[in-house]
């Protein structure tokens, strides 16, 4: 089983259009959740954390279940910018002699056309 | 402020050939990665630098991998000899020394090198 599993979509939408993402992963230890986009060809990007309250920055809200083990990334209002694979990314378990190592889900591609 | 910078972009070398990957991180910044993303796979850590120091390298695949990071400010991956397998991106990440253990710092990500054994 994969630490990180996502829906590989591709989701393709209309601009205005709401997305929603979603994720689950699999060590109940994990301290810290992110979501990265990816554009082709180009490196991983924060796009934001996670937090249990849950988050939102502008279009953008995030959702952590920790109950769980579900993260999801929601975007109203979908832009053509927004077109890209976006990543779940778990913090792996702190002092486990790594605990700054980042696992990636395999993405979800997002398209948003006209 | 200069990011995460990598070289070659791209490197295309036949099976058994060597290859050298550079990474050099956003200045100030202690803590280096390197993850690999192969064809059709998720990306996956590789190590971890502390300056100079290996924190954690249980992602490297086998011993034909060898990174280093003398002095504690580039690093290098070094593939000897490559296999048709090792071709994917390399990314390089960098992130500040956290305050407190435990505490999780922005990892900011390199380009990548694309490499392709042939």
């Known amino acids: 089983r994969k630490e990180v599993e996502q829906d590989p979509g591709p989701f393709n939408v209309p601009e205005g259009a709401t997305v929603a993402f979603n994720c689950t992963y699999s060590?109940?230890?994990?301290?810290?959740f992110f979501w990265y986009r990816q554009d082709c060809r180009k490196e991983p990007k924060l796009l934001m954390s996670v937090y249990s309250s849950g988050n939102e920055d502008g279009r953008f809200t995030a959702q952590l279940n920790r109950a769980s083990q579900y993260i999801s990334l929601l975007i109203r209002d979908s832009k053509l910018s927004d077109s890209a694979t976006y990543l779940c990314v778990v913090n792996s378990a702190p002092f486990s002699g790594g605990y700054n190592k980042l696992i990636f889900g395999a993405g979800t591609r997002l398209a948003v056309h006209p | 402020e200069a990011g995460v910078t990598q070289f070659p972009s791209h490197s295309v070398i036949e099976k058994g050939q060597t290859v050298t990957l550079r990474c050099d991180p956003i200045?100030?910044?202690?803590?280096l990665y390197w993850y690999r993303r192969v064809m059709g796979k998720e990306i996956k850590f590789l190590l971890h630098f502390v300056k100079e120091s290996k924190q954690d390298e249980s992602g490297m695949p086998n011993n034909r991998f060898l990174a280093e990071r003398t002095g504690g400010t580039y690093s290098t991956l070094k593939v000897q000899p490559a296999e048709l397998e090792d071709s994917g991106v390399y990314f390089c990440?960098?992130?500040?020394?956290?305050?407190?253990?435990?505490?999780?710092?922005?990892?900011?990500f390199g380009p990548g090198t694309r490499l392709t054994v042939l």
């Open positions: 990440a960098s992130s500040q020394e956290p305050p407190l253990a435990g505490v999780w710092n922005e990892q900011f």
């Open positions: 060590n109940s230890a994990s301290q810290s």
């Open positions: 200045s100030g910044h202690d803590n």
